[in-house]
Structure formats: structure tokens, C-alpha cells
């Protein structure tokens, strides 16, 4: 089988004295392995930063084997945000979300489109941390684990939506969740509209919502913890004072 296309680059690994074996995240066909022949090398090193853009060339005799694949660099990649180390911080852990939820060789185009989408507006500091929220709410949605944010689960109402039922994943309203909140998770409206502005502890609300249904829903049926990439990722942004 032999297939081109799109891809971000989730992991790589040495594999041998010259290869490397590098999982990507395609824009048709989810995510696949690959054998890099070369990969060690120093011209190589840069198309294997986690989410770099590169265009993947697959080649496998038969479809259930581990094929081998060539890289080509689309764009500055990774390289862009080297005087952003907290950018590239983030990027790392996206991958390490990706790589870990992501089932291998399934399709999963709105996981590549939200990966891109993170990607396009990494330069801008003020407006990435919600969308990596929003990066994960739309993996968990393109898992087949949307949150249902469209109305409170106990009153119906569409309005006043406030917090989140942590075993459900369905939002709840400030009315119908005021006795009941320390047992519940809260909602950032950012996450209701991309027009809401980003308030104070919106952040840090975000991530805890979002990385309680991977643990839950993806990475606990899988027996792993969250990646210790994104833990990173949370720790830098305390650090900066942006949860």
C-alpha cells in the first residue's frame, strides 16, 4: 500500500544505529507508525519535533506490516516558537494527547483540523490556551466523547450554563447547580462561545474539565495517566500566571 498526505508529527524515537520509528497524525487516516530510514541524522532532527508540518509519503509491502515513510518539511515548523519555550511547550503536550488518545490507522480528520487549528495561532499567547482547551474538548468529541454543552441536564434551559455533571459530561445550569457545585465541575464560557471573553481562572477551569473526561472516558479505559507533557504544559502556565 503506498499513500501522501498532510501530517503532524506526534512522537519519534530511535529505532536502530541510522532510523527512527515516528508516529504522525494524518489528515485522512488518523494516526500510523512508520520506520524513518535516516531519522537519527542531524538534517532529519527538525521534521521530527513534535508537531512538526510535514508532507508523509507510506509505503508498506502488505497493510498490516510497519511501513517506511519519507518527510518532507512544510513551513517553519517548530522552529517558529524558539523564543516562545512555553509555545513549544504546548505543542509537545497537544502531541502527547493526540499520540496518547488517538487510536492507530482509524480516521480522525476533526483531530487533525483541531490539531491545525492550535498550530495556526501559536504565536499569539493571549488566544492559544483556550484554544488548546477547545483542542481537547474537539478530541474528545472526535473520540465519540463530545460534551454536551447545549443545555442544562436538569432543567432543559439553554441559559445561565455554569457547570459541568463529571459523570455525565452534560452541562448544568448556575440555578439547577448552586447546592450541588463543589461536586461539579465548572464551565468556562469560552468553551459556550468563541465571542466570550477569557476571564481569570477560565484556564485552569478549562484544562481541569477537559483533562478529567481524557482521564475518564480515553486514557483510564486505556490504563494510562495523562501525559506528563501536558502536566508540564499546566505547570509553565501556572508559572506564567495564565490559570
Same mark, same amino acid.
Given at each position: 500500500?503506498?499513500?501522501?498526505?498532510?501530517?503532524?508529527?506526534?512522537?519519534?524515537?530511535?529505532?536502530?544505529?541510522?532510523?527512527?520509528?515516528?508516529?504522525?497524525?494524518?489528515?485522512?487516516?488518523?494516526?500510523?507508525?512508520?520506520?524513518?530510514?535516516?531519522?537519527?541524522?542531524?538534517?532529519?532532527?527538525?521534521?521530527?519535533?513534535?508537531?512538526?508540518?510535514?508532507?508523509?509519503?507510506?509505503?508498506?509491502?502488505?497493510? +498490516?506490516?510497519?511501513?517506511?515513510?519519507?518527510?518532507?518539511?512544510?513551513?517553519?515548523?517548530?522552529?517558529?516558537?524558539?523564543?516562545?519555550?512555553?509555545?513549544?511547550?504546548?505543542?509537545?503536550? /497537544?502531541?502527547?494527547?493526540?499520540?496518547?488518545?488517538?487510536?492507530?490507522?482509524?480516521?480522525?480528520?476533526?483531530?487533525?483540523?483541531?490539531?491545525? /487549528?492550535?498550530?495556526?495561532?501559536?504565536?499569539?499567547?493571549?488566544?492559544?490556551?483556550?484554544?488548546?482547551?477547545?483542542?481537547?474538548?474537539?478530541?474528545?468529541?472526535?473520540?465519540?466523547?463530545?460534551?454536551?454543552?447545549?443545555?442544562?441536564?436538569?432543567?432543559?434551559?439553554?441559559?445561565?450554563?455554569?457547570?459541568?455533571?463529571?459523570?455525565?459530561?452534560?452541562?448544568?445550569?448556575?440555578?439547577?447547580?448552586?447546592?450541588?457545585?463543589?461536586?461539579?465541575?465548572?464551565?468556562?464560557?469560552?468553551?459556550?462561545?468563541?465571542?466570550?471573553?477569557? /476571564?481569570?481562572?477560565?484556564?485552569?477551569?478549562?484544562?481541569?474539565?477537559?483533562?478529567?473526561?481524557?482521564?475518564?472516558?480515553?486514557?483510564?479505559?486505556?490504563?494510562?495517566?495523562?501525559?506528563?507533557?501536558?502536566?508540564?504544559?499546566? +505547570?509553565?502556565?501556572?508559572? /506564567?500566571?495564565?490559570?
Amino acid at each position: 500500500m503506498e499513500f501522501q498526505e498532510r501530517a503532524f508529527v506526534l512522537s519519534a524515537r530511535p529505532y536502530g544505529e541510522t532510523g527512527a520509528i515516528v508516529e504522525v497524525l494524518t489528515e485522512m487516516r488518523g494516526k500510523w507508525a512508520a520506520h524513518v530510514a535516516g531519522g537519527a541524522s542531524r538534517r532529519m532532527k527538525p521534521l521530527l519535533q513534535p508537531g512538526a508540518r510535514v508532507l508523509v509519503t507510506y509505503r508498506a509491502r502488505i497493510s +498490516d506490516q510497519l511501513g517506511g515513510a519519507t518527510l518532507e518539511g512544510v513551513g517553519e515548523g517548530p522552529s517558529a516558537h524558539f523564543d516562545q519555550p512555553i509555545a513549544l511547550s504546548a505543542l509537545a503536550a /497537544a502531541a502527547a494527547v493526540a499520540a496518547g488518545a488517538l487510536p492507530e490507522r482509524e480516521p480522525h480528520p476533526g483531530a487533525f483540523l483541531a490539531f491545525e /487549528a492550535l498550530v495556526g495561532v501559536l504565536n499569539d499567547f493571549d488566544i492559544w490556551p483556550a484554544v488548546f482547551v477547545r483542542f481537547e474538548a474537539g478530541l474528545l468529541q472526535d473520540l465519540g466523547f463530545a460534551l454536551d454543552l447545549s443545555r442544562c441536564a436538569v432543567t432543559g434551559e439553554a441559559d445561565d450554563l455554569a457547570y459541568v455533571s463529571p459523570r455525565t459530561g452534560r452541562a448544568v445550569s448556575s440555578r439547577a447547580g448552586e447546592g450541588y457545585k463543589d461536586r461539579l465541575l465548572a464551565l468556562p464560557p469560552f468553551l459556550l462561545s468563541a465571542q466570550s471573553r477569557v /476571564a481569570p481562572g477560565d484556564i485552569g477551569d478549562g484544562f481541569e474539565l477537559t483533562g478529567h473526561f481524557l482521564q475518564a472516558f480515553v486514557f483510564g479505559a486505556l490504563n494510562r495517566a495523562l501525559p506528563p507533557a501536558r502536566v508540564w504544559l499546566i +505547570d509553565r502556565l501556572r508559572a /506564567a500566571d495564565r490559570l
